[in-house]
């Protein structure tokens, strides 16, 4: 064999060799662009590079006046501003379409508490079909979800996360004022988005806690969330991961001008997709110097054209019309970063869309083409550089595409991508409840009520407005949606049918009725569960002063002894806690006799009319079932010179209920109708608002249902029923309450139209801040509807013919 033979033998094995390391597989971990993910959300993307990530919610930008539009606009654009040179942000807008056999999965677990219902599984179905005929109405099949990124550079993972954090203030500060909100995000928060990203798990969190230490020994968190398949081929526009194929888009700025809804438009649509927006900021002197070389520059070129021109024997104002234009462009930004409040900043807008298959990867891409080209864009396809553009498009902060594909614009023109459309309000965490569509976009409003910090509600509107069905209609979603215990209380006996219709227990409380509440009833866990016998005799000293305080209320002295007595009548069943040892008003009218002095044979004299007089319906040991889930209390009957008493019993009884089923991990949803008529009496208003401060850390959502607004606004204690309520139900206000309850929630004149001579099932809705106007129109044709409607000819006409 000849020397040069072996030589060329030799280098084609060698070529070989290079050849496999070239088409070596790699792993799908490194597709995820990151060193490390810390627990408390800041994330060491490679070298000194460190971020965090940051969700915020969407506020209705799109359909606003032009006031409040120019108001946003300059807020965000100052936003913009804030960001020196040293930080790169990332906007990352996720759409993600819902998973609805999961949905159907949970409410099959629930429905197993329900069988006492005969025709229970119709019941449900015919409700969720009614759901999910109101998702189809709007895009409800995709949840939308915005977030933030902003990256710095520092040599210790220590001092980066002080910087972040101090980033992260100023950032929640600017949204702040825009009425946006903010939440931080964990570690493990992100993991879940990039897990729900790359393999289409729509679960948030990520069920670290079923993993073993030696199933997590040797693993790193890309394990936990790389996809099984990533394919890119070098020579094709898309790629497959897992069972989808998805492709990454550039947006291609060519227009001198954009409208403001060209990242709406996109948002808009319902497609399941990632789009991306990185944006870096250039130092205002090197941003000044930078233009002054490329006006010169165009200034050089227009000279030489000219003298073209003449030489040509053109007339020399006669130039290419690009160079013109482009000329006044770079005359006017150097304008701007010298005068304006402007900056300059460089942008990189890509769209990551997913797709089941190619047809229909076509057919979305498409879609989004046509939006780009009605804004004088190109959407161009990244051919040979999908990898790259994928891992960029993460939100992980880094763009590995920062010199191929960046465009340079000042703050106005970077703020046009307004990241803001329309408010939604939709949750898929916490066992969330239907409160009708969005009024704007459409959309099926659907949040939890469990999420709030303060879940307490009112449901407030003129008599026709549908507060009550309303009302219902979240019971019914509750019911059928979880485990929980629904109590009602009922003035006016209008929930019988709803309640029966439901499987649940209506207790009728009245003079002829043998249904009984003890109102001395305890259990170890009353209270606070530490100190049952106080907390019983502050309640009792309540009742008291219903009964006997007049005018001016109990006495000091008084006051010590139901407190004394209240320990003496509740001996043996500390001693031996049995249903059989709990006292009843005999018992403490026997203790006032027995102190044998003037204030105590007062306080036996009034209570004896409640022991052995006429009005004795309260003298009774506990004869009710209290183990259904749904009980309405019925004291209709119960009578003037007892209703006010009656109220203030069954809210102790609720009382007890709540804090025993704390200790069974279950939520007690209770409704007060005719709400304010609890705030009009003292003794009433006192425990009303100790259901609102206090209910939420024992597993109780109260909610206060009333037409009389005016009446429960003149209340001195609704300001601490205000600030403790994190949920509104605005239907139909009256002129003169309308106005009171704007100042109260912070309600625009525009939103206020929502509540002005709106129809029934139309109104506002505030959740945790955010207001919502909405419309919810239930089916006549639900056989639900006969027994939520309160209308008396169509109850009379619907339940009629239904006997």
């Given at each position: 064999m000849s020397k040069r033979l072996e030589k060329l033998n030799l280098f084609q094995v060698l070529q070989r060799l290079v050849d496999s390391k070239k088409n070596q597989r790699k792993s799908t971990q490194d597709t995820l662009n990151y060193q490390k993910m810390y627990p408390n959300g800041v994330c060491h993307v490679g070298g000194q590079v460190y971020n965090r990530m940051i969700r915020f919610s969407d506020i209705s930008y799109q359909l606003s006046q032009d006031e409040k539009k120019q108001k946003i606009f300059a807020l965000y654009s100052t936003l913009l501003n804030s960001f020196d040179d040293t930080i790169k942000i990332q906007f990352c807008f996720i759409n993600y379409r819902i998973n609805s056999e999961d949905n159907e999965k949970e409410v099959l677990v629930y429905s197993k508490s329900n069988n006492n219902i005969e025709d229970f599984e119709l019941l449900r179905n015919e409700y969720f079909s009614f759901l999910e005929e109101q998702k189809q109405k709007g895009n409800n099949g995709i949840v939308r979800n915005k977030y933030l990124v902003f990256s710095i550079k520092d040599k210790s993972d220590e001092n980066a996360a002080r910087r972040l954090s101090s980033i992260e203030n100023n950032i929640n500060d600017h949204f702040k004022k825009m009425g946006v909100g903010t939440e931080e995000l964990n570690g493990i928060e992100r993991l879940s988005i990039m897990n729900n990203l790359l393999n289409g798990n729509t679960k948030h969190h990520l069920e670290l806690d079923n993993l073993t230490t030696e199933q997590l020994k040797g693993r790193t968190t890309k394990d936990?969330?790389?996809?099984?398949?990533?394919?890119?081929?070098?020579?094709?526009?898309?790629?497959?991961?897992?069972?989808?194929?998805?492709?990454?888009?550039?947006?291609?700025?060519?227009?001198?001008?954009?409208?403001?809804?060209?990242?709406?438009?996109?948002?808009?649509?319902?497609?399941?997709?990632?789009?991306?927006?990185?944006?870096?900021s250039l130092g205002q002197q090197q941003a000044v110097r930078m233009?002054?070389?490329?006006?010169?520059?165009?200034?050089?070129?227009?000279?030489?054209?000219?003298?073209?021109?003449?030489?040509?024997?053109y007339d020399m104002d006669i130039l290419p019309t690009d160079l013109n234009m482009h000329v006044e462009q770079s005359r006017k930004i150097l304008s701007d970063l010298q005068r304006e409040n402007e900056r300059y900043f460089y942008l990189t807008f890509t769209i990551t869309v997913f797709e089941k298959n190619r047809k229909d990867l076509d057919n979305a891409i498409f879609r989004l083409s046509n939006i780009a080209q009605k804004q004088n864009c190109t959407l161009?396809?990244?051919?040979?550089?999908?990898?790259?553009?994928?891992?960029?498009?993460?939100?992980?902060?880094?763009?590995?595409?920062?010199?191929?594909?960046?465009?340079?614009?000042?703050?106005?023109?970077?703020?046009?991508?307004?990241?803001?459309?329309?408010?939604?309000?939709?949750?898929?965490?916490?066992?969330?409840?239907?409160?009708?569509?969005?009024?704007?976009?459409n959309n099926v409003i659907q949040v939890s009520r469990k999420a709030l910090k303060n879940p307490n509600g009112l449901f407030l509107g003129t008599p026709g407005s549908g507060k009550s069905f309303s009302a219902k209609r979240e019971m019914i979603d509750t019911f059928l949606r979880t485990t929980d215990d629904i109590l009602i209380c009922d003035p006016e006996g209008e929930y019988y049918a709803f309640v029966k219709r439901l499987g649940g227990e209506e207790i009728k409380i009245a003079l002829n009725?043998?249904?009984?509440?003890?109102?001395?009833?305890?259990?170890?866990?009353?209270?606070?569960?530490?100190?049952?016998?106080?907390?019983?005799s502050d309640f009792i000293i309540n009742l008291m002063e219903l009964i006997a305080g007049g005018k001016t209320?109990?006495?000091?002295?008084?006051?010590?002894?139901?407190?004394?007595?209240?320990?003496?009548?509740?001996?043996?069943y500390l001693e031996s806690p049995s249903p059989e040892n709990i006292p009843i008003l005999e018992d403490l009218y026997k203790a006032f006799v027995?102190?044998?002095?003037?204030?105590?044979?007062?306080?036996?004299?009034?209570?004896?009319?409640?022991?052995?007089?006429?009005?004795?319906?309260?003298?009774?040991?506990?004869?009710?079932?209290?183990?259904?889930?749904?009980?309405?209390?019925?004291?209709?009957?119960?009578?003037?010179n007892l209703r006010e008493l009656g109220m203030l019993i069954l809210q102790d009884h609720v009382w007890n209920k709540v804090t025993m089923n704390r200790n069974r991990d279950k939520k007690t949803w209770y409704y007060m109708d005719e709400f304010h008529k609890l705030l009009a009496e003292e003794q009433t208003s006192n425990y009303s608002v100790e259901f609102w401060k206090r209910f939420r850390k024992w597993g109780g959502i109260?909610?206060?249902?009333?037409?009389?607004?005016?009446?429960?606004?003149?209340?001195?204690?609704i300001e601490t029923i205000i600030d403790n309520t994190d949920f509104v139900y605005l239907l139909n206000q009256a002129a003169s309450d309308r106005y009171i309850l704007q100042q109260k929630f912070e309600i625009s004149d525009y939103q206020a139209n929502y509540i002005t001579n709106s129809s029934e099932g139309e109104g506002l809705l505030v959740y945790s801040g955010n207001i919502l106007p909405f419309t919810d129109k239930f089916p006549h044709n639900n056989s639900l509807y006969p027994v939520m409607t309160t209308k008396p000819e169509e109850i009379k006409r619907l339940r009629g013919s239904a006997d």
């Amino acid at each position: 064999m000849s020397k040069r033979l072996e030589k060329l033998n030799l280098f084609q094995v060698l070529q070989r060799l290079v050849d496999s390391k070239k088409n070596q597989r790699k792993s799908t971990q490194d597709t995820l662009n990151y060193q490390k993910m810390y627990p408390n959300g800041v994330c060491h993307v490679g070298g000194q590079v460190y971020n965090r990530m940051i969700r915020f919610s969407d506020i209705s930008y799109q359909l606003s006046q032009d006031e409040k539009k120019q108001k946003i606009f300059a807020l965000y654009s100052t936003l913009l501003n804030s960001f020196d040179d040293t930080i790169k942000i990332q906007f990352c807008f996720i759409n993600y379409r819902i998973n609805s056999e999961d949905n159907e999965k949970e409410v099959l677990v629930y429905s197993k508490s329900n069988n006492n219902i005969e025709d229970f599984e119709l019941l449900r179905n015919e409700y969720f079909s009614f759901l999910e005929e109101q998702k189809q109405k709007g895009n409800n099949g995709i949840v939308r979800n915005k977030y933030l990124v902003f990256s710095i550079k520092d040599k210790s993972d220590e001092n980066a996360a002080r910087r972040l954090s101090s980033i992260e203030n100023n950032i929640n500060d600017h949204f702040k004022k825009m009425g946006v909100g903010t939440e931080e995000l964990n570690g493990i928060e992100r993991l879940s988005i990039m897990n729900n990203l790359l393999n289409g798990n729509t679960k948030h969190h990520l069920e670290l806690d079923n993993l073993t230490t030696e199933q997590l020994k040797g693993r790193t968190t890309k394990d936990l969330i790389a996809p099984k398949v990533v394919r890119f081929d070098k020579d094709k526009d898309e790629f497959e991961i897992n069972n989808k194929i998805g492709a990454t888009l550039h947006l291609k700025i060519e227009a001198t001008e954009l409208s403001d809804r060209v990242l709406a438009d996109f948002l808009d649509l319902d497609l399941e997709m990632l789009v991306s927006m990185h944006i870096r900021s250039l130092g205002q002197q090197q941003a000044v110097r930078m233009v002054k070389s490329k006006t010169s520059d165009l200034d050089s070129i227009k000279i030489e054209e000219q003298k073209k021109a003449l030489r040509s024997g053109y007339d020399m104002d006669i130039l290419p019309t690009d160079l013109n234009m482009h000329v006044e462009q770079s005359r006017k930004i150097l304008s701007d970063l010298q005068r304006e409040n402007e900056r300059y900043f460089y942008l990189t807008f890509t769209i990551t869309v997913f797709e089941k298959n190619r047809k229909d990867l076509d057919n979305a891409i498409f879609r989004l083409s046509n939006i780009a080209q009605k804004q004088n864009c190109t959407l161009v396809k990244m051919k040979f550089q999908q990898e790259k553009a994928l891992i960029s498009a993460l939100p992980l902060g880094e763009n590995l595409n920062e010199s191929d594909l960046e465009r340079g614009l000042t703050t106005s023109s970077t703020a046009i991508f307004v990241p803001f459309t329309t408010q939604e309000l939709y949750q898929e965490e916490k066992e969330p409840v239907y409160y009708g569509l969005n009024a704007l976009s459409n959309n099926v409003i659907q949040v939890s009520r469990k999420a709030l910090k303060n879940p307490n509600g009112l449901f407030l509107g003129t008599p026709g407005s549908g507060k009550s069905f309303s009302a219902k209609r979240e019971m019914i979603d509750t019911f059928l949606r979880t485990t929980d215990d629904i109590l009602i209380c009922d003035p006016e006996g209008e929930y019988y049918a709803f309640v029966k219709r439901l499987g649940g227990e209506e207790i009728k409380i009245a003079l002829n009725s043998t249904d009984y509440i003890n109102p001395l009833d305890i259990s170890l866990e009353y209270g606070e569960g530490e100190n049952p016998i106080s907390f019983k005799s502050d309640f009792i000293i309540n009742l008291m002063e219903l009964i006997a305080g007049g005018k001016t209320g109990l006495s000091a002295r008084q006051k010590t002894i139901v407190d004394k007595s209240v320990r003496i009548i509740y001996r043996p069943y500390l001693e031996s806690p049995s249903p059989e040892n709990i006292p009843i008003l005999e018992d403490l009218y026997k203790a006032f006799v027995d102190t044998e002095n003037a204030e105590g044979q007062e306080l036996a004299d009034a209570l004896e009319l409640y022991v052995s007089g006429s009005l004795d319906v309260f003298n009774h040991r506990t004869k009710i079932n209290t183990n259904n889930r749904l009980i309405c209390f019925n004291i209709q009957e119960l009578g003037s010179n007892l209703r006010e008493l009656g109220m203030l019993i069954l809210q102790d009884h609720v009382w007890n209920k709540v804090t025993m089923n704390r200790n069974r991990d279950k939520k007690t949803w209770y409704y007060m109708d005719e709400f304010h008529k609890l705030l009009a009496e003292e003794q009433t208003s006192n425990y009303s608002v100790e259901f609102w401060k206090r209910f939420r850390k024992w597993g109780g959502i109260p909610t206060g249902i009333t037409q009389n607004v005016k009446d429960l606004l003149s209340s001195p204690k609704i300001e601490t029923i205000i600030d403790n309520t994190d949920f509104v139900y605005l239907l139909n206000q009256a002129a003169s309450d309308r106005y009171i309850l704007q100042q109260k929630f912070e309600i625009s004149d525009y939103q206020a139209n929502y509540i002005t001579n709106s129809s029934e099932g139309e109104g506002l809705l505030v959740y945790s801040g955010n207001i919502l106007p909405f419309t919810d129109k239930f089916p006549h044709n639900n056989s639900l509807y006969p027994v939520m409607t309160t209308k008396p000819e169509e109850i009379k006409r619907l339940r009629g013919s239904a006997d």
